[in-house]
């Protein structure tokens, strides 16, 4: 079955950086778009970036254009969110989903702190 592990997540301070990795098996991944997702305490699901398959075409929130980088590896099944300039309101548990907007499976969640 579908299995995505969320990783990377933690506390940071504004203006700081962190990467989380999903790993991705179950299903082919190298044909499959990625993205990622979250949701911050007392809201609903925000998609926040997407892939295609081969990595060719990337989309962003608005909120996070310029600030965060999806990318992936297909040889090692794995998917990443380079997230700098970190804001306090990134604070929230970041999902990656098996689709492009965020609404196919999707793991447990890695959380993300963003405080001074």
């Known amino acids: 079955q579908v299995q995505l592990v969320e990783s990377g997540g933690g506390l940071a301070q504004p203006g700081g950086s962190l990467r989380l990795s999903c790993a991705a098996s179950g299903f082919t991944f190298s044909t499959s778009a990625m993205s990622w997702a979250r949701q911050a305490p007392g809201k609903g699901l925000e998609w926040v970036s997407g892939?295609?398959?081969?990595?060719?075409?990337?989309y962003y929130a608005d909120s996070v254009k310029g600030r965060f980088t999806i990318s992936r590896d297909n040889a090692k099944n794995t998917v990443y969110l380079q997230m700098n300039t970190l804001k306090p309101e990134d604070t929230a548990l970041y999902y990656c989903a098996n689709d492009l907007r965020g609404l196919g499976s999707r793991g447990q969640g890695t959380q993300v702190t963003v405080s001074s």
């Open positions: 892939i295609y398959s081969d990595g060719s075409v990337t």
